[in-house]
């Protein structure tokens, strides 16, 4: 099984809203992701979180908010956000291989900001 | 500079006409080589892994190689319902081992 969920599906918020997203793996993966996704561009990596702690923040702005309240979910708390933020927004997860590290993402949140 | 890129950036085959798509890379000391394939509006869907170079691997129409400098994703006879984006991503040695550099992608539309 190599399922991560994401909730919601589609989620449209206005400037001054705060919202949620959340995602969810029962892989046993330690390591999980955040990843922000425009059109017909790849993923650009947001968060990574290793063994529950945040490991690499890509200088995302202070309004997008990460937590991991356990190793298998992974939040993404939204607040005062722009419309440029509109976009898909995934969750994967790894594993460790014999060098490298698969992820598996989720089906993403398609965001829009009003 | 970790570097990936694709080529052709769209392909359009008629069912059952195989062909192939390319993935350059340059890398400080590849860690793996990892296919994806994306359909509008959803996450990407894992393919292969690939360490080494000589390594392959196959699933189904899909068929994914690699040497040091590349890596080929062979369709055999493929279906209209193998149309999608077709995303290739390495993660080398340099910094921390997780992220990953991607592509820009090739769509690929399947004609019947």
């Known amino acids: 099984d190599t399922e991560v969920t994401q909730t919601p599906k589609h989620l449209v918020m206005g400037m001054t809203n705060k919202k949620s997203l959340k995602c969810e793996q029962h892989?046993?993966?330690?390591?999980m992701y955040w990843y922000k996704q425009k059109a017909k561009k790849p993923p650009e990596l947001m968060f990574v979180?290793?063994?529950?702690?945040?490991?690499i923040n890509e200088s995302v702005p202070s309004r997008f908010s990460p937590e991991c309240p356990n190793s298998s979910l992974l939040n993404l708390h939204l607040h005062a956000l722009q419309p440029e933020d509109s976009a898909l927004y995934l969750c994967a997860s790894s594993r460790p291989g014999p060098l490298g590290e698969t992820q598996y993402f989720g089906p993403g949140t398609r965001l829009l900001v009003l | 500079e970790d570097q990936v890129t694709q080529s052709p950036e769209a392909l359009r085959l008629q069912e059952g006409e195989s062909s192939s798509l390319n993935c350059s890379y340059t890398v400080s000391g590849l860690r793996g080589l990892f296919w994806y394939r994306q359909d509008p509006g959803k996450g990407p869907e894992f393919l292969f892994t690939l360490y080494s170079a000589g390594e392959e691997k196959e699933k189904e129409r899909l068929k994914a190689t690699l040497t040091k400098k590349e890596s080929f994703l062979h369709i055999t006879a493929p279906k209209p319902e193998d149309s999608a984006t077709y995303l290739c991503a390495v993660q080398g040695s340099a910094g921390n081992n997780r992220k990953l550099i991607w592509g820009l992608g090739t769509s690929l539309a399947v004609n019947p």
């Open positions: 892989m046993g993966h330690r390591a």
């Open positions: 979180y290793s063994y529950e702690k945040l490991s």
